[in-house]
């Protein structure tokens, strides 16, 4: 990231943090709607550092998303922590960690390229499944109803949001600039390389991929204290993967700020197709989709002349899969 | 190529674009013109299906009551036309909360109108809590409801315990000797599908009625030969069936090409719709499906919605009238709170009693319920002949089904 690009993002932010004081957030969509871009920046950001940076196409982020709304949602509505409690949030990211952990040591040692993308995307399904089989605990289909009575107001919801948003910029700035961010894009470019140079390729990718699922997780957990109600089908949709992988691809995954360009203009595009075309809205954002893709197939940071372009190692997803399933 | 000096710039030109289009100034009326009722429904996905025939209901009722000038509120001392706002969930409980927060927040609705079933009614109740604006529910089980302690909603349904037991009522009618011996619960692996498999369970055992086998069947399943070989191999002939209506139509048909009779299949969900009769034809006979309402029951204006919904979609509904008395209800109580305020409202919608709706008479609850019997209608030559409540079955009586050939 460049000077000037960290300083649009500090401009940005400090925007951000403004908005609910010019907007009356108890009135006003723009509030949630960052609120909501703050959450899928997060997850496009860390589905950034799996994909974009160590090249391992993972389709199991809602899983980790589901997870970490469920630990909030069992503990407290057993009393066991509050309202937006810091603990809460901690421990659904650790929550989320150790399973990307537990998952991802036989998944990244085994599986590559598509391989391993079709089994991250089992993951979300297995937990989907096992949270309606426990019945009791996790409320079965039906869900966790929450107090909704403990809602106040959408401010600090809308902060943590962000501030989970810019702490995923900052792990991926401080990752993708430090030894681990080299380990991981040596994975990305040439595994067998990476390997013979001594790295330890396991230990990186599973690294990376616990740094994700930690802040899947914690973004779970902060939009389950916002809709008071946590359910298998909503929270283990397929749509906490796909729309974050699609912001991260079309804003420029392997880069920093592609992801938050992606999470910004997708969701935009999306709240925008949901009311003006509330019928066909599926269509239309699907149209939107592909033609970026065709279009923009390095995102929109590609979109730079070369010698402009500062940030360098924007890949392609479709590339970097074709690249994993050859076994380059 | 496009060239972009800075990326950055689209993404917060999109920013404030969007920021200046949703700001509330615009949006705001400085004078009253219209009550403005807001509807999280699934019109797209999988419930899509009951999602629009809930929309249209509402839509006739917003029609109707618009013809006649709107409805009188005493605080603006005149008739305000009713707009309806329908925001999409998509058929997916995650996105209800957000679609309520459109509805308060851009469309800024005055009062909200049910969603379908429990798990996408659930939801948006709790986003409109969040607000204090009252929702006025229906198709959610009072049980599941009640159990999340809202105090700005209400729910006009039948109770679930109560809908449970009516198969096994209806199977008790059927002389000995012709009802099934072994009998099987098929339920949809989802939130109604479980909870209300429970009620039927338990229900079962209340009317000695033993299952001899319960099995859940997934969603979208385009092969149910597994579950069908199993009801077979124990020799089941009577069952009831919990699914969607394409699932319901994937079973009979399977069933049929298995040589699988069942002299009783009651169907809850799935069998209802008129497309399972336009899917099936003569297979869907003898099928039983629930309901909340028929057009051939002695209400006020029932058969012309009923006729209405036919001419233009060209079958019949046994759900309509449900929606549409649910707002009949809501206009009544909000002239009589003479405001759209949400408590005032909430409050006429508890303490009136309401006359000749198209579900008949409604009267809520103190716990905020109004509980209606759950219908069971047959399937006879096109048409959902009502097999239950006894009282409105005109004397048709529910008949055992032939074997395929004889149907």
Same mark, same amino acid.
């Given at each position: 990231?460049?000077?000037?690009?960290?300083?649009?993002?500090?401009?940005?932010?400090?925007?951000?943090?403004?908005?609910?004081?010019?907007?009356?957030?108890?009135?006003?969509?723009?509030?949630?709607?960052?609120?909501?871009?703050?959450?899928?920046?997060?997850?496009?950001?860390?589905?950034?550092?799996?994909? %974009?940076?160590?090249?391992?196409?993972?389709?199991?982020?809602?899983?980790?998303?589901?997870?970490?709304?469920?630990?909030?949602?069992?503990?407290?509505?057993?009393?066991?922590?509050?309202?937006?409690?810091?603990?809460?949030?901690?421990?659904?990211?650790?929550?989320?960690?150790?399973?990307?952990?537990?998952?991802?040591?036989?998944?990244?040692?085994?599986?590559?390229?598509?391989?391993?993308?079709?089994?991250?995307?089992?993951?979300?399904?297995?937990?989907?499944?096992?949270?309606?089989?426990?019945?009791?605990?996790?409320?079965?289909?039906?869900?966790?109803?929450?107090?909704?009575?403990?809602?106040?107001?959408?401010?600090?919801?809308?902060?943590?949001?962000?501030?989970?948003?810019?702490?995923?910029?900052?792990?991926? +700035?401080?990752?993708?600039?430090?030894?681990?961010?080299?380990?991981?894009?040596?994975?990305?470019?040439?595994?067998?390389?990476? !390997?013979?140079?001594?790295?330890?390729?396991? =230990?990186?990718?599973?690294?990376?991929?616990?740094?994700?699922? +930690?802040?899947?997780?914690?973004?779970?957990?902060?939009?389950?204290?916002?809709?008071?109600?946590?359910?298998?089908?909503?929270?283990?949709?397929?749509?906490?993967?796909?729309?974050?992988?699609?912001? #991260?691809?079309?804003?420029?995954?392997?880069?920093?700020?592609?992801?938050?360009?992606?999470?910004?203009?997708?969701?935009?595009?999306?709240?925008?197709?949901?009311?003006?075309?509330?019928?066909?809205?599926?269509?239309?954002?699907?149209?939107?989709?592909?033609?970026?893709?065709?279009?923009?197939?390095?995102? *929109?940071?590609?979109?730079?002349?070369?010698?402009?372009?500062?940030?360098?190692?924007?890949?392609?997803?479709?590339?970097?899969?074709?690249?994993?399933?050859?076994?380059? | 190529?496009?060239?972009?000096?800075?990326?950055?710039?689209?993404?917060?030109?999109?920013?404030?674009?969007?920021?200046? +289009?949703?700001?509330?100034?615009?949006?705001?009326?400085?004078?009253?013109?219209?009550?403005?009722?807001?509807?999280?429904?699934?019109?797209?996905?999988?419930?899509?299906?009951?999602?629009?025939?809930?929309?249209?209901?509402?839509?006739?009722?917003?029609?109707?009551?618009?013809?006649?000038?709107?409805?009188?509120?005493?605080?603006?001392?005149?008739?305000?036309?009713?707009?309806?706002?329908?925001?999409?969930?998509?058929?997916?409980?995650?996105?209800?909360?957000?679609?309520?927060?459109?509805?308060?927040?851009?469309?800024?609705?005055?009062?909200?109108?049910?969603?379908?079933?429990?798990?996408?009614?659930?939801?948006?109740?709790?986003?409109? !809590?969040?607000?204090?604006?009252?929702?006025?529910?229906?198709?959610?089980?009072?049980?599941?409801?009640?159990?999340?302690?809202?105090?700005?909603?209400?729910?006009?349904?039948?109770?679930?315990?109560?809908?449970?037991?009516?198969?096994?009522?209806?199977?008790?009618? *059927?002389?000995?000797?012709?009802?099934?011996?072994?009998?099987?619960?098929?339920?949809?692996?989802?939130?109604?599908?479980?909870?209300? %498999?429970?009620?039927?369970?338990?229900?079962?055992?209340?009317?000695?009625?033993?299952?001899?086998?319960?099995?859940?069947?997934?969603?979208?399943? =385009?092969?149910?030969?597994?579950?069908?070989? =199993?009801?077979?191999?124990?020799?089941?002939? %009577?069952?009831?069936?919990?699914?969607?209506?394409?699932?319901?139509?994937?079973?009979?048909?399977?069933?049929?090409?298995?040589?699988?009779?069942?002299?009783?299949?009651?169907?809850?969900?799935?069998?209802?719709?008129?497309?399972?009769?336009?899917?099936?034809?003569?297979?869907?006979?003898?099928?039983?499906?629930?309901?909340?309402?028929?057009?051939?029951?002695?209400?006020?204006?029932?058969?012309?919605?009923?006729?209405?919904?036919?001419?233009?979609?060209?079958?019949?509904?046994?759900?309509?009238?449900?929606?549409?008395?649910?707002?009949?209800?809501?206009?009544?109580?909000?002239?009589?709170?003479?405001?759209?305020?949400?408590?005032?409202?909430?409050?006429?919608?508890?303490?009136?009693?309401?006359? %000749?709706?198209?579900?008949?008479?409604?009267?809520?609850?103190?716990?905020?319920?109004?509980?209606?019997? #759950?219908?069971?209608?047959?399937?006879?030559?096109?048409?959902?002949?009502?097999?239950?409540?006894?009282?409105?079955?005109?004397?048709?009586?529910?008949?055992?089904?032939?074997?395929?050939?004889?149907?």
């Amino acid at each position: 990231m460049s000077r000037k690009s960290l300083l649009l993002l500090i401009v940005i932010i400090a925007a951000c943090c403004a908005v609910p004081f010019v907007f009356d957030p108890e009135k006003s969509y723009v509030v949630y709607f960052l609120f909501m871009a703050s959450i899928y920046v997060t997850l496009a950001q860390s589905w950034n550092l799996v994909a %974009g940076y160590t090249g391992q196409v993972s389709l199991g982020h809602h899983a980790f998303f589901g997870l970490g709304a469920y630990v909030v949602a069992i503990m407290w509505s057993r009393h066991l922590i509050g309202y937006l409690d810091p603990i809460g949030f901690i421990l659904a990211g650790v929550a989320a960690s150790m399973l990307a952990v537990l998952v991802g040591i036989p998944l990244l040692s085994k599986l590559k390229g598509d391989y391993f993308a079709l089994g991250t995307l089992g993951l979300g399904e297995i937990m989907r499944l096992i949270t309606i089989q426990l019945g009791a605990f996790t409320g079965g289909p039906m869900g966790i109803l929450l107090p909704s009575s403990s809602f106040g107001t959408i401010l600090p919801h809308y902060f943590i949001a962000l501030f989970l948003a810019v702490l995923a910029i900052a792990v991926t +700035f401080y990752m993708a600039r430090s030894h681990i961010g080299l380990a991981l894009v040596s994975i990305r470019e040439d595994e067998a390389a990476a !390997e013979a140079s001594g790295i330890n390729v396991l =230990k990186f990718k599973v690294l990376s991929f616990a740094v994700a699922a +930690f802040l899947a997780g914690m973004s779970g957990s902060v939009l389950a204290y916002y809709i008071f109600t946590v359910e298998p089908q909503g929270f283990y949709g397929l749509n906490w993967t796909l729309y974050p992988v699609l912001m #991260c691809v079309l804003g420029g995954a392997g880069t920093m700020t592609g992801p938050i360009i992606g999470g910004l203009l997708l969701t935009a595009v999306f709240e925008i197709a949901r009311y003006f075309l509330p019928e066909i809205h599926p269509i239309f954002s699907g149209l939107f989709i592909i033609l970026a893709i065709m279009f923009l197939p390095t995102g *929109i940071m590609g979109l730079r002349p070369r010698t402009m372009q500062r940030e360098k190692g924007g890949v392609s997803i479709g590339r970097l899969l074709t690249k994993r399933a050859k076994g380059e | 190529m496009v060239k972009l000096r800075d990326a950055w710039l689209v993404g917060l030109f999109v920013l404030v674009a969007l920021a200046c +289009f949703f700001s509330p100034a615009g949006l705001q009326a400085a004078e009253k013109k219209e009550i403005v009722i807001g509807t999280p429904l699934p019109v797209t996905g999988v419930a899509s299906q009951e999602g629009n025939e809930e929309k249209w209901a509402y839509e006739e009722a917003v029609a109707d009551i618009n013809a006649k000038g709107g409805i009188f509120v005493k605080q603006y001392n005149k008739k305000l036309p009713v707009k309806l706002v329908v925001a999409d969930m998509e058929s997916d409980p995650g996105k209800g909360a957000g679609a309520v927060e459109r509805l308060v927040k851009i469309d800024k609705v005055d009062l909200l109108l049910s969603s379908f079933a429990a798990n996408f009614v659930m939801p948006t109740a709790i986003a409109a !809590e969040k607000f204090k604006i009252y929702y006025h529910g229906n198709t959610c089980f009072p049980v599941v409801w009640r159990g999340a302690h809202l105090k700005w909603s209400t729910v006009f349904f039948f109770e679930l315990d109560k809908g449970a037991e009516i198969p096994y009522e209806v199977l008790d009618t *059927i002389p000995a000797a012709e009802r099934p011996k072994n009998f099987a619960l098929l339920m949809e692996d989802t939130a109604d599908g479980r909870a209300f %498999g429970g009620g039927l369970a338990e229900a079962g055992k209340a009317h000695k009625w033993e299952i001899a086998l319960n099995e859940p069947l997934g969603v979208g399943a =385009k092969d149910y030969s597994a579950q069908i070989l =199993k009801l077979k191999s124990k020799g089941i002939d %009577g069952a009831i069936l919990f699914a969607s209506g394409g699932d319901c139509v994937t079973f009979v048909r399977q069933m049929k090409e298995a040589g699988l009779n069942l002299k009783y299949l009651h169907g809850y969900k799935g069998t209802w719709n008129g497309d399972f009769w336009k899917a099936l034809g003569k297979d869907a006979s003898y099928v039983l499906c629930d309901g909340f309402w028929s057009e051939d029951w002695p209400y006020p204006k029932g058969k012309e919605i009923g006729e209405r919904y036919s001419k233009k979609f060209g079958k019949r509904s046994v759900a309509i009238g449900l929606y549409y008395a649910s707002c009949q209800i809501l206009w009544e109580a909000i002239e009589k709170a003479g405001s759209v305020d949400s408590a005032k409202v909430k409050d006429a919608v508890m303490t009136t009693n309401f006359k %000749g709706t198209v579900m008949g008479d409604v009267k809520y609850n103190p716990d905020g319920t109004a509980i209606f019997p #759950c219908a069971a209608f047959q399937w006879q030559d096109g048409l959902q002949k009502t097999v239950y409540p006894f009282e409105r079955s005109a004397g048709y009586k529910v008949k055992v089904a032939p074997p395929w050939d004889k149907r």
